[in-house]
């Protein structure tokens, strides 16, 4: 693997910080298979970045995860090892790899497919950050699929949340709302919770705190292993967030671990569940709030219950599959 520094900054191997080490617009990466030419930065978090990409040989735009060598994160190792894995069982709705590089000194690389638009970017085009009813709806039924996936190859994503779902294809988002289609991304912090075997691994205890404060399961926030009913449980905050525009929980910081697992346990009183889903079909809603409330680390999640409940608040609330989404209204 190679870093070309013709069109480059240099900058020296020690002393740098994580800006240093990032590549500037132009810089060419050369991955396994193709070079790429970077494009606009996308994103950037505490160990490394996302970008857009060209492929030198054809012009395709790719999105390129990095890493930078120093950083105290194996993120980008688990992001491999499940699309390695989400490759071989050709699970569509998460996201396959292209190529991968390493630039010594500097950070290494995944290439992958450019996506659409997050849910969470989505949202905040609306009023109060939430979509109707309709959208929400046939949008948390989707999302559902990506996280049976990713638990069918023994994986726990355990940071389930708005922003982590992306319309499959940028050409989709304004085509027909019944072919639209969510892919889950980012594997940093995923955990095998199944041995080689397919058995449930013992759970450890007093686990240190993965994931977002505002959509963390009780179990995270106890210090308990966390299995795939957790991620459901993320889900459902995550649902609840698309409808209403807001948790109980919202305004506190993201560092007010207790305070946010306190108010949790109060919404899954009576009182607390009818302050919590004010905008939602209280009944279905109820149900799969209780359902996910029984469920035990080794517990199998029953995805089709799930999907059966919120395709039973949107019949009885008259809402068709086929209905433009709020983006696509005139």
């Not at 390129?64 to 994160?73: D, G, M, N, R």
């Not at 013992?202 to 505002?214: A, E, V």
Request: some cysteine.
């Amino acid at each position: 693997m190679s870093f070309d520094l013709e069109s480059c900054e240099n900058s020296e191997s020690s002393g740098c910080s994580i800006e240093d080490k990032l590549p500037s617009k132009n810089c060419l990466i050369r991955g396994k298979d193709s070079v790429y030419a970077v494009g606009k930065k996308v994103a950037q978090g505490r160990y490394g970045a996302v970008y857009e990409v060209l492929r030198r040989s054809d012009g395709k735009p790719f999105a390129c995860k990095l890493e930078i060598c120093e950083a105290h994160s194996h993120g980008l190792d688990q992001d491999y090892s499940v699309m390695t894995k989400a490759a071989k069982r050709g699970a569509e709705n998460l996201v396959r790899m292209i190529d991968r590089g390493k630039i010594e000194e500097h950070f290494k690389f995944i290439i992958m497919p450019l996506l659409g638009e997050n849910l969470m970017n989505l949202r905040f085009l609306f009023e109060d950050g939430r979509f109707s009813l309709s959208t929400g709806l046939r949008l948390a039924l989707f999302a559902i699929q990506p996280i049976q996936s990713l638990h069918q190859l023994g994986y726990v994503h355990r940071d389930i949340k708005a922003s982590n779902f992306c319309i499959a294809d940028p050409q989709m988002l304004h085509q027909n709302p019944e072919a639209l289609k969510l892919c889950l991304i980012d594997y940093g912090i995923c955990r095998s919770f199944k041995d080689k075997s397919g058995e449930l691994k013992t759970p450890r205890t007093d686990i240190k705190f993965r994931g977002t404060n505002r959509y963390a399961s009780l179990a995270a926030h106890y210090g308990d292993e966390q299995s795939a009913k957790d991620d459901m449980e993320s889900w459902f905050y995550m649902m609840i967030e698309l409808i209403s525009g807001n948790l109980p929980w919202s305004f506190m910081h993201r560092d007010q671990h207790k305070e946010v697992a306190s108010m949790k346990e109060a919404c899954r009183t009576t009182d607390g569940s009818l302050i919590m889903m004010k905008f939602c079909p209280r009944v279905e809603f109820h149900r799969i709030q209780a359902y996910l409330m029984g469920l035990k680390y080794q517990n199998t999640v029953d995805y089709t219950f799930i999907s059966e409940m919120v395709q039973l608040a949107m019949r009885n609330n008259g809402v068709r599959m086929n209905e433009k989404f709020d983006w696509q209204e005139d």
